[in-house]
């Protein structure tokens, strides 16, 4: 008899130190922007860092777009499915995505709940992920199929894992935030902290910072449920550009200097944005409640 220690899961995962769910009340919000930076933020950690990102997103894979690795087809070894790379022969920020298995990326996917399980399933069993420190999963808005299956199959490693909270500043989107850490609480599921997106708009011109969309309302809702408050991210055009457009380009704009330290384009022009900063003061939040959580 197969112990829930012993599952094809668990043997797939036992090299990943830190499995971070990204998750979000509602659609809109930049979850999957979100989850990216985190991904390429974690690799900026560290010149041996190796991550991982999967996209359960099922019927709105847009990790993909976002690493400029549309188009991308996965292949099949005798050790499972091998994930794409985004930064090529580095081989440091690995990817699974069901956008990698439509024929054309305008295709639907149109699925029932079993078949989305089966499929969660397969991403984290048979892909072969191997040594980890870091796994981020992308998942849909809201508390669905999705967060239920990918719990149930991570059971084996659940002191593994830990969750990120997205929202925007504006009551509907704290209001559906709410519901996120309702289901972090009924499933056990530790939260590392909550960020507020779209806490105001970057000037291209300036760089002011512009409270459009509002701003303050994610703080103070960690504060009130005794969440830790990651950081706030306002709208940056310059982002917005890099990963809606996001193509895998070679060198052009880079500098010789750039070039040697790292071949990996994308991540050299994100390093350059004015919200790389930021999101790098959040990761190392994201660091000190880690380790707060190994203390505990």
């Not at 070039?259 to 350059?272: C, G, I, P």
Request: hydrophobic fraction near 40%; include cysteine.
């Amino acid at each position: 008899m197969t112990s829930t220690q012993d599952t094809p899961v668990a043997r797939r995962l036992q090299h990943v130190k830190h499995i971070i769910i990204v998750l979000s009340g509602k659609g809109g919000v930049g979850k999957s922007s979100v989850s990216t930076q985190l991904a390429l933020s974690l690799r900026a950690s560290s010149p041996l860092a190796r991550v991982g990102i999967l996209d359960v997103d099922l019927t709105g894979p847009s990790i993909p777009r976002m690493l400029g690795l549309d188009g991308h087809p996965v292949h099949q070894s005798s050790d499972g499915w091998v994930p794409v790379y985004a930064d090529g022969s580095e081989a440091r920020l690995s990817c699974m995505s069901v956008g990698f298995l439509l024929k054309k990326k305008e295709d639907s996917v149109v699925w029932r709940g079993p078949k989305k399980n089966a499929m969660i399933r397969q991403f984290l069993g048979d892909v072969r992920w191997g040594t980890l420190d870091y796994l981020v999963i992308d998942t849909p808005p809201g508390t669905s199929d999705e967060h239920l299956s990918l719990l149930e199959h991570m059971a084996p490693v659940h002191s593994k894992l830990s969750a990120v909270i997205v929202t925007t500043p504006q009551a509907v989107a704290l209001l559906d935030a709410m519901k996120c850490l309702s289901f972090t609480r009924a499933v056990s599921l530790p939260v590392l902290g909550l960020i507020e997106n779209m806490s105001g708009y970057v000037c291209p011109c300036c760089g002011e910072i512009s409270n459009v969309f509002s701003t303050g309302g994610g703080e103070e809702m960690a504060r009130r449920e005794g969440l830790h408050f990651l950081g706030s991210l306002p709208v940056d055009t310059e982002l917005v550009t890099l990963l809606d457009a996001a193509e895998p380009k070679e060198q052009e704009s880079l500098s010789p200097s750039d070039a040697s330290k790292d071949s990996f384009a994308l991540m050299q022009r994100y390093q350059r944005t004015s919200t790389a900063p930021l999101f790098g003061k959040i990761v190392a939040e994201i660091f000190r409640s880690l380790l707060g959580e190994r203390e505990q």
